[in-house]
Nanobody, 116 residues
Framework: EVQLVESGGGLVQPGGSLRLSCVTSGFTFSTYAMSWVRQAPGKGLEWVSFNYRNGDTGYSDSVKGRFTISRDNAQNTVYLQMNSLKPEDTAVYYC??????????WGQGTQVTVSS
């Protein structure tokens, strides 16, 4: 059974930091591109960051310089370090795994709320 379980969300003040984790199982993690995607209240899905199997990373312009994605293939886990958080970062954050063969898996999401 494939599982992606996000954690680390919560309520934080503007300027604060959070570290999200996504622990996976049931697929060959090291061969998958891993991404973080978010959905703000009343809005559609927004891609945040990716980490490819070769280590390449990418970020949306809205988070570049503030967020850092990383992965631990030994622990089948992908992380998102979020610094200098802004109210507009408030969203449910989802972990996604995608393979070249077309497999695509999602976690259940973790809520991040940035508010004073």
């Amino acid at each position: 059974e494939v599982q992606l379980v996000e954690s680390g969300g919560g309520l934080v003040q503007p300027g604060g930091s959070l570290r999200l984790s996504c622990v996976t199982s049931g697929f060959t993690f090291s061969t998958y591109a891993m991404s973080w995607v978010r959905q703000a209240p009343g809005k559609g899905l927004e891609w945040v960051s990716f980490n490819y199997r070769n280590g390449d990373t990418g970020y949306s312009d809205s988070v570049k310089g503030r967020f850092t994605i990383s992965r631990d293939n030994a622990q089948n886990t992908v992380y998102l370090q979020m610094n200098s958080l802004k109210p507009e970062d408030t969203a449910v954050y989802y972990c996604n795994g995608a393979s070249r063969e077309g497999s695509n898996y999602w976690g259940q999401g973790t809520q991040v709320t940035v508010s004073s």
